[in-house]
């Protein structure tokens, strides 16, 4: 009884350096956010909560509404995109890459991650640019007649986004792939499987847990993004956290953009939720 | 163990001294971009021995909110829209200037706004600093004899060539022009003849980009106008592109003045009022007109003299008169104009 006791204070004293952090970085804040959101503005004053007000203007003002629409649509784009071209790279890295390229197949792979996230966002605005490489490219082959604009469109900001997503996918993914063992492949095909059954019926479902884990993380890190979308969306639509920005430096309206990231994080929640029985981080 | 204890507390007694004697020479700064330039900052922060630590933000009521959300003593300085002065002042933020301790005698009488700044008799802040929301353009690219007039916009025949600066009081401004309304009559009820021309002029832009955007737009020939433009957003591309350029239309173009005021609950002012007095000085006037954020006219005349040749070319220094009698000062709305102005650039971003 006297070693069990010991042992459970152990194991709380082990705990408590996690729970405290967990409770002063992000508990806290986090009841901080959701009771500012619970107030409003009136005029620059924030009168505070609880009250409904924020919350109702959300969804009676169509410009932030669409803002939840705007980044559900571009993140489950990309997050579909990434996966469909991270997939296929990862496989060709793990199986027909001789074992002695890997390693640099992978870092070549992973390289733009080395560069700023603003730069490579700012790089891309040169490419896609109407005079940038894509179209001076194109026209110059004759394949257009004319330069289309794709910088400041929704297209850009996945582009970005997808360059920047298929080095995780391609990651979790890889590392999925590596620790199957090959006699599933062989089984399969020893009982009749050909080639591509041997992928779509053994080997993407054994991977389901790396492509669910990166394609989550995808989810969470695209729609929360306020750079992509504000360098090469061109301002054309808002998502999420350009509202989000625009209340906090603009309007002066904390209760609003408390409000919004919590929708924010209630997406988040819900994607988790959705994805949970995939998600198995140690498997990756 | 005794003595070691004693050292811990000395060394930790001796930590928290210089952490507050840091702290207490320490200048804090509500900042526009332009002030973020180490070459403008480190000579006062060499000359008075301080760190000047700043925080950048955009448009007055983000700035007023800051101090609402901050404790009295937490900032220094901050600069403002010179038209927000007086209201600012007269809502507490401001402190008043100490009688006679800032000349501005050789200030640009146009936009030195003494009396928009005076409260009760007391002075709260002091232009700094100015330029024009006007169109920018690419000479190159577009006829220049077009941008003589805010319509050209309108007309169609740039369609998919414009880009509209990111920041709604200049651009409602100029969009006010062009319809005939002056920025001094841009209240709550002309709001509402400018949707319609705004949303034309979004249907006929590519985008609407902040500072930088707008900057990477318009040398890579993403676009070729950018409305809200002028010598802050060229100058510092001229070097690379002299084929940018930018004018006052027939119908005008917005004055932007900013001006630098110390804050109410400062508990340095000295030292508040001395940074003050080194951004109106010939020498800081120069750094802060060509700071590495944006480039504008420096208030006080006497900067001319450090200023070089060329630098003053770009600026337009000898224009200055002929521009300054056609321009008009920004939009000053109430919190309820302000509030719906925002929400009308929110729907003409997000439709």
Partial sequence: MSIERTERRQAAGLAAPALLWTLAFFLLPFGAMVWMSLGHMEGRTVVPGPGPETYARIFSDPSLFRGIFVSLEITATVTVLSVALAWPLAWIIATRVPARWRRLALLLAVLPFWTSYVVRSYSWALVLGEKGVIMNALTGLGLLAEPVQIMATRTATVIGFTHFFVMLLTLTIYSNLVQLSPNYARAAEDLGASRWQVIRLVILPLTLPGVMTGAFLTFVLCIGDYITPQILGGNNELSLPQLIMLQLGRRGDFPMASALSVVLMAIVTLAYAASARWLKMDRV | ?351
């Fill in chain 2, 1 to 351: 163990m005794t003595i070691r204890m004693h050292k811990f507390c000395l060394a930790a007694l001796g930590g928290l001294m210089t952490t507050t004697s840091l702290q207490a020479a320490d200048l804090n700064a509500l900042i526009w971009c332009d002030h973020a330039d180490a070459a403008l900052l480190e000579p006062f922060e060499k000359a008075h021995d301080v760190r000047v630590n700043v925080k950048e933000y955009e448009g007055t009521a983000a700035g007023l909110t800051l101090l609402d959300q901050s404790r009295p003593g937490d900032w220094d300085v901050m600069v403002i829209d010179s038209v927000d002065v007086a209201r600012a002042a007269e809502a507490g933020y401001l402190a008043p200037l100490p009688a006679d301790s800032v000349d501005t005698s050789t200030t640009f009488p146009e936009v030195a706004l003494t009396d928009a700044m005076t409260v009760d008799g007391q002075l709260y802040g002091v232009t700094e600093k100015f330029g024009y929301n006007t169109i920018a353009y690419n000479k190159a690219a577009v006829d220049p004899a077009d941008m003589e007039s805010l319509g050209a916009l309108w007309s169609g025949k740039y369609d998919g060539r414009i880009a509209i600066y990111d920041y709604y009081l200049p651009v409602l401004g100029l969009v006010g022009l062009a319809e005939g309304v002056d920025t001094a009559d841009l209240d709550a009820a002309a709001l509402g003849t400018l949707r319609d021309p705004l949303m034309k002029l979004r249907a006929a832009s590519r985008q609407v980009s902040d500072v930088v955007g707008s900057q990477t737009a318009l040398a890579t020939g993403e676009v070729d106008i950018l409305i809200g433009g002028g010598e802050w957003l060229t100058a510092v591309l001229h070097a690379e592109n002299p084929d940018l350029d930018w004018t006052l239309p027939k119908e005008g173009g917005l004055v932007w003045a900013q001006a630098v005021a110390m804050v109410e609950g400062t508990e340095q002012p000295e030292l508040a009022l001395e940074f003050i007095k080194y951004i109106l000085s010939p020498e800081g006037q120069a750094r802060l007109a060509t700071s590495s954020c944006y480039w504008g006219m420096p208030a006080n005349k006497e900067a001319g003299a450090v200023l070089s040749d060329e630098e003053k070319a770009v600026l337009r220094w000898d224009d200055q008169a002929e521009y300054l009698s056609r321009a008009q000062l920004y939009p000053v709305p109430d919190a309820d104009t302000d509030l719906a102005m925002q929400d009308l650039w929110t729907d003409m971003l997000q439709n």
